[in-house]
């Protein structure tokens, strides 16, 4: 018997089939889907470029706008700042003053008064706004960054009590003094853990500066205000600045006080044009930097009131050398040595010009000069009236001492009774291109 094809085998003959038809239908449709395909991806590719350049150009926006938080004027009088964000101007506690950055930040102005805590902030503000007798006004300064290295503090306006200017005795042994330039009702400080503090002054130091070096643990600037003070609340406007340790304005290491410029002028504080008196207890160094091409620097004064060594007019006339620094009496009868400067290695002007004739041929140095004039030392021991100090020494610098005793011996012409004799100095600088000789004696 002839065997009957069963439902299974006829199956694959019908799906064979259809597949065929379908091959036959694609093989027609797919040059039509595949353009259709690339279509797709070429609009999508270019929806994409589209979409990347539109970031991108987002993107540069807020590049431009990322800047460097720098120095700026700002738009209030006598105020510098910082380039902030503006928020990020507000979150500091600063206020906007102008604007910086091409209009993208704000000149933010950070200031503080009494009481105000503590500011990181480069072109800090300290002022007396809030001040009141009988207290302390202090601000704690901490460093920006680590790479800051000083703080230099600008007195913008500096006017505190002036310190004792009586001439009463009240001191009688071992000799008769007084304490003249003690800062007994106001006294401004700076605290420098782990370095040399310098030293408390008082009176008006408006247009002078201070250099501090900067401490990890921060440094507290603190002005002590007595209830007899005819301090008010508009005292002072320290600026303080952050000075980094590559910066060129950093000062040599040890400096209170630096200079730039071939010429210029040096005071000491609370000098006040010639109304002040010289401040008790300074010990500091005022530094000048040394120009390119000059080899050497010359200091002459026509105002230099330090002491009286021995209450002897003749001896402060010819303050140099051995005649000043000793404290007390210990080695001059009747006081008066100890205040003084020391400029390394000063000699008189070479090669030198005008009388006496003897000039030419000097060829001593001292480093201490004190009394009542700026004299150079002659070769006999003896002083050249209205000469220049000068020294081939780097870096060039004036060391200032004082002691916390003005002698009042004689009543007529000591230290401690004549203020005109304790003024302090107002000393002139210039450099010179040419080195100091010290011809053979």
């Known amino acids: 018997a002839q065997k009957q094809p069963g439902v299974g085998e006829e199956e694959p003959r019908q799906s064979s089939l259809a597949m065929q038809q379908v091959k036959g239908s694609l093989s027609c449709i797919t040059p039509v889907f595949v353009w259709v395909l690339l279509l797709l991806l070429l609009a999508v590719s270019g929806l994409n470029e589209n979409i990347t350049q539109r970031a991108e150009k987002a993107l540069s926006v807020f590049t ?41 930040g704000v000149c933010c102005i950070f200031e503080k008064t009494c009481g105000g805590g503590s500011s990181s902030e480069n072109s800090t503000y300290f002022t007396s706004s809030a001040l009141s007798k009988g207290s302390s006004c202090g601000l704690t300064i901490c460093k920006s960054d680590s790479t800051v290295c000083q703080l230099r503090l600008d007195f913008e306006t500096f006017v505190l009590n002036n310190p004792v200017t009586s001439t009463v005795v009240t001191i009688a042994t071992p000799v008769a003094a007084n304490r003249i330039g003690s800062c007994d009702t106001d006294s401004f400080s700076v605290t420098v853990p782990g370095g040399k503090s310098p030293p408390a002054i008082c009176g008006t130091n408006t247009g002078q500066h201070m250099y501090i070096p900067a401490s990890d643990q921060c440094n507290v600037l603190n002005a002590n205000i007595g209830s007899a003070s005819t301090a ?60 390119r091409t000059y080899c050497s620097i010359c200091y002459w004064s026509t105002s230099f009131k330090l002491s009286v060594p021995k209450g002897d007019a003749a001896i402060a006339s010819l303050g140099v050398d051995t005649n000043c620094g000793a ?114 004696m």
């Open 64 to 104: 431009v706008v990322k800047f460097p938080n720098t120095a700026c004027a700002s738009s209030t009088t006598g105020r510098n700042g910082t380039c902030y964000t503006s928020s990020e101007c507000s979150a500091k506690g600063g206020t906007s003053s102008g604007s910086c950055a091409s209009s993208f």
């Open 232 to 291: 008010s609340t508009s005292a002072f406007t320290i600026k303080v600045t952050q000075v980094e340790c590559t910066s060129k304005r950093a000062a040599p290491s040890g400096c209170t006080q630096y200079f730039t410029g071939s010429t210029g002028t040096i005071e000491t504080y609370n000098y006040n044009a010639a109304a002040g008196v010289l401040l008790a207890n300074q010990d500091y160094s005022i530094c000048i930097r040394t120009e």
């Open 327 to 440: 404290a007390g009496n210990v080695l001059i009868a009747n006081g008066g040595a100890f205040d003084h400067i020391v400029i390394p290695a000063g000699q008189c002007n070479t090669p030198a010009t005008g009388a006496p004739a003897a000039q030419g041929a000097i060829a001593v140095t001292a480093d201490r000069y004190c009394g009542t004039a700026l004299y150079c030392l002659g070769t006999a021991a003896a002083t050249i009236a209205t000469a220049t100090v000068c020294s081939n020494q780097k870096p060039f610098k004036i060391s200032l001492e004082s002691d916390g005793l003005e002698y009042a011996f004689p009543a007529a012409a000591g230290e401690g009774a004549v203020v005109g004799n304790n003024i302090g100095f107002s000393i002139s600088y210039f450099m010179k291109t040419d080195c100091l000789t010290r011809p053979d």
